[in-house]
């Protein structure tokens, strides 16, 4: 049998064992089959910021819908009362708005008061 020193004088590739948690840098890509090990400590504080910011944008951009949606409806009610110079049915549609604002407008304004409390709060509370 021969000897290892044998195998790598004639151009032989030796074989070298890695044990896991290895940090060497590995040469080539993986392949299929092939566990890596990722570099570096995960922090869940970052995914959790970004989460923070992407929901309260999401909640800022559905109170910034609602206004524009009120404002346009009012708008078109007003012009409507304005140009029949009979505002009977436009008291009506004001009437259901005012509600229909009530029942949509009000819980979006606590969700995006609590939300950017909470962004704020923690952002001073972290530093």
Do not use: H
Not at 37 to 48: C, E, K, L
């Amino acid at each position: 049998m021969p000897d290892i020193s044998e195998q790598a004088d004639r151009g032989a590739t030796p074989i070298v064992l890695k044990t896991i948690g290895d940090d060497s840098p590995a040469v080539g890509s993986p392949t299929v089959g092939v566990a890596t090990s990722i570099q570096g400590n995960y922090d869940p504080g970052r995914d959790q910021e970004k989460a923070r910011v992407r929901i309260t944008y999401v909640l800022l951009a559905m109170l910034g819908l609602a206004v524009v949606c009120v404002l346009a409806v009012g708008c078109y009610l007003a012009l409507t009362c304005y140009a029949a110079k009979a505002c009977s049915d436009a008291k009506d549609a004001f009437a259901l708005m005012s509600a229909t604002v009530a029942l949509i407008f009000t819980p979006i304004v606590g969700l995006v008061g609590s939300a950017i409390g909470f962004y704020f709060g923690s952002k001073s509370a972290g530093g």
